[in-house]
């Protein structure tokens, strides 16, 4: 596929196999190898738009959240989705571009998620990357979802390059990974049920938080005492690295009915903070463990979950006492955002990384996976 402007390799450059390296234009007509990425994000109930200069400077983030939306249901309604998706996007890619002051034309690439998410939500992203990539004559990059996550540490942090431990927890997945280099994964454990976040949304529903949970758990928690209630922490026998989280919600779950069966008042509070301190003590331990065994001194969290309070202290601490730096997005670059995508767009349109017109939409898509 064409790339815009003329074709030119830096000084002291590796190139890229397969690949034409783009060249943006300047005001003053010099030739600079600066990247910018136009992303875009549509996989669950965030419309968002981003763009991302060398993959760490975010010069705009738009997000539109549905969360309103779905509030009123209890949890995310794809066809809801997809449809708000739709009658949002334009808008919210054009206020990106004007937030970053610069025009379609200036663009070096557009990226989009084209997976893991929710199948009409994610084609509204591809099917608008795809029309502007080819009416603007620009480079067009596919990035998986969770890749984005864990990038989401690169915007804030210039020293973090890989290789690093990165604990991956969001609403579908809980991965803890090694990252190898710049989207290349070694997935060391991962949930055998509930992902994190899910965990998170299902305790919120039971207790009457409502949705979303991860953030009201969080809050309720404040008010709380996380030892007031003894919930399980789960092992996985064969790997010590999996994750588990349907028993803990299971023995909240429990708890709350024997209490309404006896007429007991719930805590919320104390509830909400006794089954996070459960969820936190695992991720922390297991991650930090990880590290230890596999000899890594950098550790990074990623995804929704990432932005827990309880989860960002209790990494902190155990990674001050371990001698392990400890890296993390801000909370509005954990949760689902473009700039994020645009960062790990970077570095896989570095690595010469171009999808075709028949990018789809993969709602399963694995990480590791193309
Ligand atoms: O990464 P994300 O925005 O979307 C997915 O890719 O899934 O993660 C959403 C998940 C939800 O389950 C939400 O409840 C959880 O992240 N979450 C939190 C917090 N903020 C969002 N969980 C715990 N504490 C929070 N502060
Ligand atoms: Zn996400």
């Not at 023995?251 to 459960?278: C, R, T, W």
Request: hydrophobic share 40%.
């Amino acid at each position: 596929m064409p790339v815009s402007g003329a074709l030119e390799q830096g000084p002291g450059k590796a190139p890229v196999s397969g690949a034409e390296i783009s060249v943006h234009d300047t005001e003053n007509g010099h030739p600079s190898e600066d990247v910018y990425i136009l992303a875009i994000e549509s996989s669950c109930d965030e419309t968002a738009a981003s763009v991302v200069k060398n993959g760490r400077t975010v010069l705009s983030n738009i997000i539109s959240s549905q969360i309103d939306l779905h509030t009123l249901f209890g949890g995310v309604v794809p066809e809801i989705a997809s449809r708000k998706h739709i009658e949002k996007i334009n808008q919210v890619i054009e206020e990106a571009l004007t937030e970053a002051h610069m025009s379609l034309e200036e663009m070096t690439a557009i990226a989009v998620t084209y997976g893991p998410g929710l199948v009409g939500a994610l084609l509204v992203g591809v099917a608008e990357a795809k029309a502007l990539a080819y009416a603007a004559k620009k480079p067009l990059v596919g990035v998986h979802h969770i890749e984005g996550h864990v990038s989401a540490n690169f915007i804030e942090n210039p020293d973090l390059e890989p290789p690093f431990m990165c604990l991956i927890v969001s609403g579908g997945h809980t991965h803890l990974v090694i990252v190898k280099d710049y989207g290349e994964f070694e997935i060391l454990g991962r949930t055998r049920d509930d992902a994190a976040g899910e965990a998170f949304d299902k305790v919120a529903r039971a207790v009457g938080l409502g949705y979303p949970g991860g953030p009201k758990v969080d809050k309720a928690a404040k008010e709380g005492n996380p030892h007031a209630i003894e919930f399980p922490r789960a092992k996985v026998g064969d790997n010590p690295y999996d994750f588990s989280f349907s028993g803990l919600k299971s023995a909240v779950l429990n708890y709350i009915n024997h209490a309404k069966m006896m007429g007991e008042e719930i805590n919320v509070p104390d509830l909400a903070a006794s089954f996070q301190n459960a969820v936190v003590e695992v991720l922390v331990s297991r991650t930090i463990e990880a590290a230890k065994q596999h000899g890594y001194k950098c550790v990074a969290i990623a995804g929704g979950v990432a932005s827990n309070s309880a989860l960002r202290a209790g990494m902190e601490k155990a990674c001050k006492e371990a001698g392990i730096q400890f890296f993390h997005p801000s909370p509005i670059f954990c949760t689902d955002n473009a700039a994020m995508i645009g960062a790990a767009a970077y570095y896989e349109y570095k690595k010469g990384a171009r999808a075709g017109w028949d990018l789809n939409a993969v709602p399963n898509l694995k990480l590791g996976e193309r």
